[in-house]
């Protein structure tokens, strides 16, 4: 069984290989992926057990094999469009370095927030996390909307300092 395998390769290899790499090497001007192409189509062909009279299939087998890159090339295409990355900056979503630098940057943001004193921390919280209005703060402080504004922006002003402090 062995051995009729191994003469099934010889003779697809010596029979096909040159006009599959020519076939594929037209189409993908890629050596090495022509390569794998025809291997690939030696390997559907062995696993069918395909004679000798059934040669005929093996333009075929290579000819779906170019559909279905083709398909496999759209599909990662039109996902990277979906991420806004075709066009845009190449930036792979979960690099490992831009994941470690926004933890960094998220830390920076915490301990500014912590620094700040409670009452303006828990305003900046109230408005800025939980969206409450400007006008339910001041009326839950006792103070006036422009007040909670003011707190409001001199948190906003602390933070940003402490951010470009640590940068």
């Not at 290579?62 to 990277?80: C, E, G, H, K, T």
């Amino acid at each position: 069984m062995e051995q009729r395998r191994s003469d099934d390769r010889s003779r697809l290899n010596s029979r096909w290989r040159p006009a599959l790499m020519a076939f594929f090497l037209r189409r993908v001007r890629d050596h090495a992926e022509a390569e794998d192409l025809t291997q690939e189509v030696f390997l559907r062909m062995l696993r069918r057990e395909v004679d000798g009279e059934a040669d005929h299939y093996v333009f075929q087998i290579a000819q779906n094999l170019l559909i279905d890159r083709s398909r496999r090339a759209r599909v990662r295409r039109d996902y990277q469009e979906g991420l806004g990355l075709a066009d845009g900056p190449h930036l792979n979503p979960l690099d490992p370095e831009r994941e470690t630098l926004g933890r960094a940057e998220l830390a920076q943001f915490a301990a500014a927030l912590q620094a700040l004193p409670e009452r303006t921390r828990v305003m900046f919280t109230l408005y800025r996390v939980e969206q409450m209005s400007q006008d339910v703060i001041g009326e839950a402080f006792g103070i006036s909307k422009s007040a909670v504004k003011k707190q409001i922006a001199t948190a906003m002003a602390s933070i940003m300092a402490a951010m470009r402090e640590d940068s």
